[in-house]
């Protein structure tokens, strides 16, 4: 079922290296897509039926890199996915690089990394579990 507590229990379950588990987790809630606005310190969580849960999320205490630093975007996202930093950690160093925030879409199977004007730098496909 597609709610809040649903979807706090699946976080609770599943973090960085299990980040295909927790995709496989959402889709069984019935999410199809999950923004992340790491500025704002909001989740937006949206279902099939386009229903809308609103959460607070982590927000970023250090500031947003004008420029995206692509490299460095991706070398934080591997170390964050080999399970080598927290989430706090990895929003901060994301922020550094010039990102806001990500888009997953559980449908298409991606997750899309944004820079501050909400556009897709950094687009990675979801592993299958």
């Given at each position: ?19 295909p588990k927790l995709i ?106």
């Amino acid at each position: 079922m597609f709610t809040l507590e649903n979807i706090i229990d699946a976080h609770a379950q599943f973090t960085g290296p299990d980040f295909p588990k927790l995709i496989v987790r959402f889709k069984e809630i019935g999410m199809v897509k999950n923004h992340v606005d790491i500025l704002a310190g909001q989740v937006i969580y949206r279902d099939k039926t386009d229903s809308v849960i609103v959460n607070q999320g982590y927000q970023v205490k250090g500031t947003l890199a004008d420029l995206v630093e692509l490299k460095q975007a991706k070398n934080d996202l591997q170390t964050h996915q080999a399970g080598q930093t927290d989430f706090p950690t990895f929003c901060e160093d994301m922020a550094k690089s010039g990102i806001v925030g990500w888009v997953i879409d559980l449908e298409e199977m991606t997750c899309s990394y944004l820079n501050k004007d909400e556009q897709a730098v950094l687009v990675e496909n979801i592993p299958t579990v």
